[in-house]
């Protein structure tokens, strides 16, 4: 029997940041970093890459920065090692959002590899969904998902939906009224099929009639990804929210998004957030009147079944040693 090679926990803690690369994060901006010590592993804010129109508190930023650490924390516990984690551990060091430190090591089980294999093939789906319900006992799985990390999930109602529909298009045009805003759409939409970040236009798809208006990326600017013979009639509307907002709960938030993301995955749903909903101040106040005000709006997703078996091309990701530093023991 051949025994197990023995690897040096930072090169493990370098293979959980190196899966996070293929989170979700707003407009595909990445932006984040990892340190991988000898024996932690530290998340970072990446400021450079904050949308600074569109996202300048920094809220999308700090909850794309949860799905990675998310991410990160799946890999980790399928090469063995449940973690803790400190958020915001340093109130000195506002750009250090996580610190890792993996346990006593304890072998994954079947339900780890699976979650981690979903990581791979996860996409976010523009198109429109195809008019079959989403069961009941699917809702209710992605509603725990998200409690798992403490945020709550409420499922649009078919009377809210016209008032989902019209913050959408608030925050669609109060967008492309803004300059800074449309400057940040331009620079991370108009990306080349091969770009290590952003969206290409492979991936977004033409104007089309839904129920609920998804965001134009910019005004001139025409997706090309086949739109496929959906309209939208059988997606459902789900907001994430919590009764705190800041950046521990964006955190928590993040995290949670990418459960629910993964999860609908599993079973079979096409998935998108539509994050203009919470990038805009007037449209979180409308998210909140559908919560009857008793929380705060974190995210909203769109949850169908794919219209049809076309595909979604995966957005590329950056290069392991831009995400990546190595560093010594700081214990």
């Given at each position: 029997?051949?025994?197990?090679?023995?690897?040096?926990?930072?090169?493990?803690?370098?293979?959980?940041?190196?899966?996070?690369?293929?989170?979700?994060?707003?407009?595909?901006?990445?932006?984040?970093?990892?340190?991988?010590?000898?024996?932690?592993?530290?998340?970072?804010?990446?400021?450079?890459?904050?949308?600074?129109?569109?996202?300048?508190e920094g809220r999308m930023l700090t909850i794309s920065c949860g799905a990675a650490l998310d991410y990160a924390l799946i890999a980790l516990r399928t090469e063995g090692y449940p973690a803790r984690v400190e958020l915001l551990p340093?109130?000195?060091?506002?750009?250090?959002?996580?610190?890792?430190?993996?346990?006593?090591?304890?072998?994954?089980?079947?339900?780890?590899?699976?979650?981690?294999?979903?990581?791979?093939?996860?996409?976010?789906?523009?198109?429109?969904?195809?008019?079959?319900?989403?069961?009941?006992?699917?809702?209710?799985?992605?509603?725990?998902?998200?409690?798992?990390?403490?945020?709550?999930?409420?499922?649009?109602?078919?009377?809210?939906?016209?008032?989902?529909?019209?913050?959408?298009?608030?925050?669609?045009?109060?967008?492309?009224?803004?300059?800074?805003?449309?400057?940040?759409?331009?620079?991370?939409?108009?990306?080349?099929?091969?770009?290590?970040?952003?969206?290409?236009?492979?991936?977004?798809?033409?104007?089309?009639?839904?129920?609920?208006?998804?965001?134009?990326?910019?005004?001139?600017?025409?997706?090309?990804?086949?739109?496929?013979?959906?309209?939208?009639?059988?997606?459902?509307?789900?907001?994430?929210?919590?009764?705190?907002?800041?950046?521990?709960?964006?955190?928590?938030?993040?995290?949670?998004?990418?459960?629910?993301?993964?999860?609908?995955?599993?079973?079979?749903?096409?998935?998108?957030?539509?994050?203009?909903?919470?990038?805009?101040?007037?449209?979180?106040?409308?998210l909140r009147r559908l919560l009857s005000w008793q929380g705060h709006p974190y995210a909203v997703v769109r949850v169908g079944a794919a219209a049809a078996d076309l595909g979604v091309p995966a957005a590329h990701r950056r290069a392991?040693?831009?995400?990546?530093?190595?560093?010594?023991?700081?214990?």
């Amino acid at each position: 029997m051949t025994a197990p090679i023995h690897r040096p926990m930072q090169a493990i803690l370098d293979v959980a940041a190196a899966a996070a690369l293929r989170a979700p994060s707003v407009l595909n901006t990445q932006p984040w970093h990892w340190t991988a010590h000898e024996r932690s592993l530290d998340l970072r804010a990446d400021p450079h890459r904050q949308l600074t129109g569109l996202d300048p508190e920094g809220r999308m930023l700090t909850i794309s920065c949860g799905a990675a650490l998310d991410y990160a924390l799946i890999a980790l516990r399928t090469e063995g090692y449940p973690a803790r984690v400190e958020l915001l551990p340093d109130p000195n060091d506002p750009e250090l959002l996580a610190s890792v430190y993996p346990l006593e090591r304890t072998p994954a089980g079947p339900e780890h590899y699976r979650r981690y294999q979903t990581t791979l093939r996860r996409r976010t789906d523009r198109r429109p969904f195809g008019p079959e319900p989403v069961a009941e006992d699917m809702l209710a799985a992605l509603t725990e998902a998200a409690f798992v990390h403490g945020v709550h999930v409420h499922v649009v109602q078919d009377h809210q939906v016209p008032a989902l529909a019209a913050a959408a298009g608030y925050a669609a045009a109060a967008e492309l009224a803004d300059s800074a805003d449309r400057a940040d759409l331009r620079q991370w939409t108009r990306r080349a099929t091969g770009a290590a970040d952003g969206l290409p236009t492979n991936v977004t798809v033409p104007g089309r009639p839904r129920p609920v208006p998804l965001r134009p990326f910019a005004e001139d600017l025409a997706g090309k990804l086949d739109a496929g013979p959906g309209d939208d009639s059988g997606t459902r509307y789900l907001i994430l929210w919590g009764n705190q907002d800041g950046r521990r709960a964006w955190l928590r938030a993040g995290q949670a998004l990418s459960s629910l993301l993964l999860t609908a995955a599993e079973l079979g749903l096409a998935t998108s957030p539509m994050t203009d909903l919470v990038e805009v101040p007037g449209t979180r106040v409308a998210l909140r009147r559908l919560l009857s005000w008793q929380g705060h709006p974190y995210a909203v997703v769109r949850v169908g079944a794919a219209a049809a078996d076309l595909g979604v091309p995966a957005a590329h990701r950056r290069a392991h040693d831009d995400v990546v530093t190595l560093d010594g023991d700081r214990s």
